[in-house]
């Protein structure tokens, strides 16, 4: 899906904040079709940018979705109206009026006032025209909704057909505007957005004629007074009004949590508190002070993410001292809550306090990138950053590492691993003699062993992967992402164990449970080989002594004798209860009876061996080769990948391993198949 974000005001940049423009817009969608998706919050700005923005969208090919993500004012309102479907994030508004000239001023002459009410009024109707178009109401109607100036909640809008649906998702704060000129706005807003205009010259004034919503502009002030139009200014009064402070409760709360885990002196937060005129100057001075006391870089431990549209805020987190340190904080931090029962170092415990969002949000910081919110800063780390994604990756890789070390099959005791660095098919060494070293003569020739690659085939790496999608939304609500990302962790690892499975006993239940095939062209368990009982037998202290004694007179290729002790049983789930009672017969046997087997020989339980009757003697595995499993490079767990989404908005996670498993010697191996009959 295509996607275009207006924030900001509508046309030209007469606030001192950000804007958009038909021609930027237009620039946009240029070549573009399908699906597209426009974020819309925008207090509003010059009539007729909106209109032309407005008709770009609905000549676009293909389905427009406009998403109001704080506000949809005035101008702004009439743009979300292209859209085939309009959502509100819950929280957000919109407002619905009739224009105003900011030029009118109370001078001119009587045909002045004349033809300004004249373009007003076809500016008026216009709009009215497209609201009613959208909503089915009447031109008449619509026209009384917008003289009085209406403000629709998410669920007003939708009730009166201004909108389609609410989005369960939170708002973002309204973009920078001059709210003060609607009389109607929320009055936090009021307050605190932009009061002034922005120094601009008389030309870049006369641009924007006619703005919707402002009222009349009094060159000699310089003031939007919307309450009191009347009024010669106060400076006393306009002063005050300027440095009234904004901050909440809420606020005034958050700065002093900060304060206390920064352990910034109460004094110097007090006289900050007392002095800031809104909470952005107070986190500055707050942050200034925190640095000076402690003589530190960086941003304040526990430090929020607050983000203005005047510049970059604190990053979260505590004192790493670059983006290196952050990684390794954040990685640390994110494995240690996805797994929270495991070991985790001081490093975790502190990375530990980043929320998701935080840490999407202090990536893009240090790159240089200037996300409205938090919303915006998981897309932009999504899809315009490396670390993002790297983190999420490396933190998920440490926790499903730890879960398959954890649930790692119990056949994997049998095995070994052996070193391979790539792809190729390669063999064990073999000895062209046993090695063994001859008496030599007076005058002898002493004999030379050969060492030739012409033994078995050694495991062949083979890939195995499996996807997962990662949606935005999942990512923008922390609680939500850490279990989304906790449980795909486990889908993963169990997964994983699940495929380590399969691989170790390819090699034992290939060819019908005889075993894989082997260099001399017989299977793993047959005559040959001595490591086939010649008839089927049940566990017992007499069958397990065979066992024993076929593998003590086990001889390589060249005859030399190996006399292998055994170490373990590997038996199918089925004979486990069995052979729980034959190893506990052989260990409660009496000092001064004749026990058969010097130590408790160890049991190992494998549910996917296919025939329930057969069971195995092995070797130890740490001694002997026998089965022998290998990653590629040693990377003993799976590597964890991930791309922006092309199918979702949001990732495509993936996990990648490279392994493989092969009998590598056939001494070390004894199989007893099932009884006849059994």
Not at 426 to 448: C, D, Y
Not at 470 to 494: E, F, H, S, Y
Not at 498 to 508: A, G, K, T, W
């Amino acid at each position: 899906m295509n996607e275009i974000i207006l924030y900001g005001t509508v046309g030209e940049d007469l606030f001192g904040t950000d804007y958009f423009t038909a021609s930027q817009v237009r620039a946009d969608l240029k070549g573009k079709k399908g699906p597209l998706k426009v974020r819309l919050n925008s207090g509003g700005g010059i009539a007729s940018e909106g209109q032309a923005i407005y008709h770009i969208l609905k000549d676009y090919a293909g389905f427009v979705t406009v998403e109001v993500e704080g506000v949809a004012a005035s101008a702004a309102s009439l743009i979300a109206m292209a859209g085939d479907k309009i959502i509100m994030r819950a929280g957000a508004w919109m407002l619905v009026h009739d224009p105003a000239s900011m030029f009118t001023n109370g001078r001119g002459t009587a045909d002045d006032h004349a033809g300004a009410a004249s373009m007003l009024n076809k500016i008026g109707t216009g709009y009215a025209e497209i609201y009613a178009g959208r909503t089915g109401k009447s031109v008449d109607d619509v026209r009384e909704i917008m003289r009085a100036e209406t403000v629709y909640t998410g669920a007003e809008a939708v009730a009166a057909g201004f909108a389609d649906e609410v989005e369960d998702l939170q708002a973002v704060a309204a973009a920078p505007f001059a709210y003060g000129m609607y009389r109607n706005a929320p009055a936090e807003l009021r307050a605190a957005g932009v009061g002034r205009l922005c120094p601009s010259t008389r030309k870049q004034k006369a641009v924007a004629a006619i703005i919707a919503g402002l009222p009349a502009y009094r060159e000699s002030e310089d003031m939007l007074d919307h309450d009191n139009p009347g009024a010669k200014p106060d400076p006393a009064a306009q002063a005050a009004t300027i440095t009234k402070p904004t901050m909440t409760a809420a606020q005034t709360s958050r700065l002093q949590a900060l304060a206390e885990k920064g352990r910034v002196p109460s004094d110097t937060v007090a006289e900050i508190l007392a002095k800031a005129t809104n909470f952005d100057a107070a986190l500055d001075q707050l942050t200034e002070a925190w640095a000076k006391a402690s003589d530190i870089g960086g941003p304040m431990p526990g430090a929020p993410t607050y983000v203005t549209p005047g510049g970059m805020r604190l990053q979260v987190g505590a004192d790493w001292a670059g983006p290196e340190g952050f990684r390794a904080k954040a990685v640390a931090g994110l494995a240690a809550r996805l797994d929270p029962k495991g070991e985790h170092s001081g490093l975790a415990r502190e990375g530990a306090q980043m929320t998701i969002p935080e840490i999407a949000m202090a990536v893009c910081r240090m790159q240089g990138l200037s996300p409205f919110n938090e919303h915006e800063a998981v897309r932009m780390a999504t899809h315009s950053t490396s670390d993002f994604p790297m983190i999420l990756e490396n933190s998920l890789s440490n926790a499903v590492a730890r879960r398959i070390e954890q649930r790692a099959p119990d056949i994997a005791r049998a095995s070994h691993e052996v070193q391979r660095d790539d792809y190729r098919q390669g063999r064990s060494l073999t000895l062209s003699a046993t090695g063994k070293p001859m008496e030599v003569g007076e005058g002898g020739q002493i004999q030379f062993t050969t060492a030739e690659e012409k033994g078995e085939l050694l495991p062949r790496i083979r890939d195995f992967a499996s996807g997962f999608n990662l949606t935005n939304q999942a990512l923008q609500n922390d609680a939500t992402a850490l279990g989304v990302l906790a449980q795909m962790g486990d889908r993963m690892a169990q997964g994983a164990v699940e495929r380590l499975r399969d691989v170790l006993i390819e090699p034992i239940i290939a060819n019908s449970g005889a075993g894989q095939t082997m260099a001399d062209g017989q299977p793993m368990f047959h005559s040959t080989h001595g490591n086939l009982a010649a008839e089927g037998a049940a566990l017992t202290v007499t069958s397990l002594s065979t066992a024993r004694l076929a593998m003590r007179k086990q001889t390589g290729i060249n005859g030399e004798l190996y006399a292998i002790e055994p170490w373990a049983l590997v038996v199918p789930a089925e004979l486990e209860t069995q052979a729980q009672q034959v190893l506990a017969q052989i260990d409660a046997t009496k000092f001064s009876d004749a026990n058969p087997f010097s130590k408790t020989l160890e049991l190992i339980v494998e549910p996917g061996l296919t025939d329930p009757g057969a069971w195995y003697m092995i070797g130890d595995p740490a001694r002997y080769d026998g089965l022998a499993h290998a990653f590629l490079d040693g990377q003993s767990s799976p590597r964890i990948e991930s791309r922006p989404g092309w199918n979702t908005l949001g990732m495509e996670m993936r996990l990648v391993w490279a392994l493989d498993a092969k009998f590598i010697e056939t001494a070390t191996w004894f199989k007893t198949p099932a009884p006849s009959g059994g």
